[in-house]
């Protein structure tokens, strides 16, 4: 990425390293999965205080991420691959070898945001992409086709907007003149029928539910879950940063569900359920950035960090 004239020399800081670091390392060694690789900080801090004999395997559905992040950890050599693709095929990409250690950091990274060709930006006009990687549909072809319907339940949804009805009804208005294509127009369409005072956050929740609508990020991570507690060995553990109540709370059920014991009601003599717990809970309450962390670092706001080890 660097020289391009998008995105400039935008770094990535990552949110909330040494609490990652803290969970994930148990001084033992293996391989290492960050599902989510983007540039490479959070893969760099794992690498930095493991065991010499850790290697880690970095996956990321952006091949512009993953030129990053090739730079950033080449000093790791061979300890290193990356691979461009989908955290939700995790097994399939790790070709059946086990791993001590998941780490997921969910959502988009600030390269991402600040090069206005791929249109994540409500700051800037651009085309209305979204996409993540290659095979995806683009914001702007959803917007095309979906009913009025479904692109406020979305906004509801993924959003948490509350004027969803109102927007919707306008971005179908707006597309009777034809196909919206721009992020610019997009953000006309929304200004004209939400609060001035409130535009910025209003914008902010728009585009973020066309984003994980489009990158199917909440099946993504539905798909991840089950599939990272067959990689873990006994001991190794799993990992993931959210942004979003959505994820957070998917993340907290897997995790507590998977956390239980047997779920037989408590008047029968004995189990019939014959459930065993397969994690163990690191995080009882999600961990969140300091003061400091969230003040230097806007993306940090939202952050939450959820932990569990294999049993
Ligand atoms: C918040 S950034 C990660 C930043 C990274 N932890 C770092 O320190 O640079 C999220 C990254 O996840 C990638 N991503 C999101 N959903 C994905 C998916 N389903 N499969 C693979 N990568 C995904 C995005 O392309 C983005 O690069």
């Not at 960050?34 to 004999?53: F, I, K, N, Q, Y």
């Not at 990053?68 to 461009?84: I, S």
């Not at 971005?171 to 029928?193: D, F, K, N, Q, S």
């Amino acid at each position: 990425m660097s020289g391009d004239p998008g995105s400039g020399h935008v770094r990535h800081t990552p949110v909330l390293v040494e609490a990652v670091v803290r969970v994930m390392m148990t001084g033992q060694s293996g391989l290492f999965i960050d599902g989510t690789v983007g540039t490479g900080g959070h893969s760099a801090a794992l690498l930095e205080s493991g065991p010499a004999g850790m290697s880690l395997l970095g996956i990321d559905r952006d091949p512009a991420a993953l030129d990053e992040a090739r730079t950033r950890l080449a000093p790791y050599g061979d300890r290193v691959t990356l691979v461009q693709g989908d955290f939700a095929e995790v097994e399939r990409i790790a070709g059946g070898r086990e791993c001590r250690g998941i780490l997921l950091d969910l959502g988009i990274s600030s390269l991402q945001i600040a090069d206005r060709r791929r249109g994540f930006s409500y700051l800037e006009d651009g085309p209305l992409d979204m996409a993540m990687g290659p095979g995806g549909r683009s914001v702007a072809d959803l917007l095309g086709t979906a009913g009025e319907a479904e692109i406020a339940r979305v906004i509801r949804e993924y959003g948490e907007e509350r004027g969803s009805r109102r927007i919707a009804a306008e971005i179908v208005r707006e597309r009777r003149r034809g196909p919206i294509e721009r992020t610019g127009r997009l953000r006309e369409a929304v200004e004209r029928v939400s609060h001035p005072a409130r535009i910025i956050p209003t914008l902010a929740r728009v585009f973020q539910a066309l984003r994980i609508w489009a990158n199917r990020e909440l099946e993504a991570l539905q798909a991840f879950l089950p599939q990272a507690l067959r990689l873990c060995v006994p001991g190794g553990r799993i990992a993931i940063i959210s942004y979003h109540s959505l994820e957070d709370r998917m993340v907290k059920q897997f995790f507590r569900g998977e956390s239980q014991g047997c779920q037989c009601p408590p008047d029968f003599p004995r189990c019939i359920c014959g459930r065993t717990p397969t994690l163990r809970l690191l995080t009882r309450r999600p961990l969140t950035p300091d003061a400091a962390e969230k003040d230097s670092n806007p993306r940090a706001r939202s952050a939450r960090l959820r932990a569990a080890e294999r049993m």
